[in-house]
């Protein structure tokens, strides 16, 4: 008689943070139909390890050291066509979401989220579907009733404050218990999202904008 298992979804993470890694790929491992094939903690290391192994969905963080998910995505889209790419981000705006999706992601989820969104994500991706965070409507609805508003998180926020007071970058980490690398993606993001390039042209935005 023919075999009529079904064969178990491979799934490649892709995140630097190792024990946030070891931690989806128990979740994920925990699960019926879900194999986890590799964990990469580097951009450079996905493209040489899909030429080895068939990949059915990518978990890829957008902040990796070596090269930004948006543009890995870009790389992975068109070579490698059975993958589908399930973005996993603490990234919870718009842009991001919309710009990992133009990238070339099926799906997106954020980091916070629950055990069972993030297996709704992987349902949804890996069954040819694409999926949205529970939250992203939500943020669409605040764009369109205070667009001047909608760029910007609260922690951004929170980020730009202390900037603006003239904290650095360690200090903000310490007050926020964030890394210092967390709060210079945070710096990253906000001069992208608001067009500037320096903190400077941030406090005269900021003023301008009554953020403080």
């Not at 790419?85 to 919309?98: F, G, H, K, R």
């Not at 205070?146 to 007071?165: A, M, S, V, W, Y």
Request: aromatic share 8%.
């Amino acid at each position: 008689m023919p075999d009529l298992k079904t064969a178990a979804t491979r799934l490649l993470i892709v995140d630097d943070h190792r024990l946030f890694a070891e931690g989806i790929r128990f979740l994920i491992e925990s699960a019926a139909g879900y194999e986890v094939v590799g964990m990469l903690h580097s951009g450079q290391d996905v493209i040489p390890f899909l030429e080895q192994h068939p990949v059915d969905v990518m978990l890829l963080d957008i902040d990796l050291p070596d090269l930004s998910g948006f543009d890995l995505a870009k790389s992975i889209y068109h070579p490698y066509p059975n993958t589908r790419i399930l973005a996993v981000s603490m990234l919870n705006d718009t842009q991001s979401i919309n710009r990992m999706m133009d990238a070339g992601a099926a799906g997106y989820c954020i980091k916070s989220a629950g055990r069972e969104e993030l297996f709704a994500a992987i349902g949804a991706v890996s069954s040819g579907n694409h999926y949205w965070p529970s939250t992203y409507f939500d943020l669409v609805k605040k764009e369109q009733i205070d667009p001047k508003h909608f760029r910007l998180t609260n922690r951004e926020l929170e980020i730009i404050r202390l900037i603006t007071d003239g904290v650095n970058t360690r200090n903000i980490a310490s007050a926020l218990f964030l890394s210092t690398r967390t709060v210079e993606t945070h710096r990253k993001n906000i001069y992208r999202k608001l067009g500037i390039h320096t903190n400077v042209e941030l406090t005269l935005y900021a003023r301008k904008m009554r953020f403080i």
